[in-house]
């Protein structure tokens, strides 16, 4: 078996929210990246390549990145999960209930190259403005004014002189 992830996996993942049990799920293998815990579940990002997921491990599978076999950036086959959308940030969030081992960690992220076709559109640079500022002196604006130098001293240098006045 190659060790590579799934072409588009992000975006079957995002289609298929949640597979039935009795419906085949395709073949989904993933890299995980930021592999971090998070009380007795870890989380990571789930990356096809070309596209990201925040993701979640089930407890049940904590076992598994604490004996080595689930690593940063190693890849996993996941058999069952279900996408969870935040409505608070607005984003979508994987929670993976089943998954096998394909590789242990491999040297780098993966990461497809994206082919951009040629439009007719041209985007120009965004162009500044700058705007001349004018002091005023009339008005109630706040006025600034340098800062004082700060001298510390001791309470023995302060007597001292007060004393020689």
Do not use: W
Not at 16 to 33: K, R, T
Not at 92 to 106: N, R, T
Not at 110 to 125: M, R
């Amino acid at each position: 078996m190659a060790k590579s992830v799934t072409p588009d996996a992000i975006s079957t993942l995002l289609a298929n929210p949640s597979p039935d049990s009795s419906s085949e799920v395709p073949e989904i293998v993933v890299q995980v990246l930021d592999l971090k815990p998070t009380g007795s579940k870890y989380m990571f990002t789930a990356s096809d390549g070309k596209m990201k997921l925040k993701a979640l491990l089930q407890s049940s599978l904590s076992s598994e990145v604490m004996s080595g076999n689930i690593q940063n950036l190693g890849l996993i086959r996941i058999v069952d999960y279900t996408v969870n959308d935040i409505p608070t940030k607005n984003e979508k969030f994987l929670i993976v209930i089943k998954c096998e081992v394909v590789s242990p960690a491999i040297e780098e992220e993966i990461k497809t190259e994206v082919k951009i076709e040629e439009t007719g559109i041209i985007l120009k640079p965004k162009q500044e403005m700058y705007i001349k500022g004018e002091a005023r002196s009339e008005g109630t604006g706040i006025n600034l004014r340098p800062k004082q130098e700060l001298v510390a001293k001791s309470a023995a240098q302060i007597v001292h002189e007060q004393n020689e006045k």
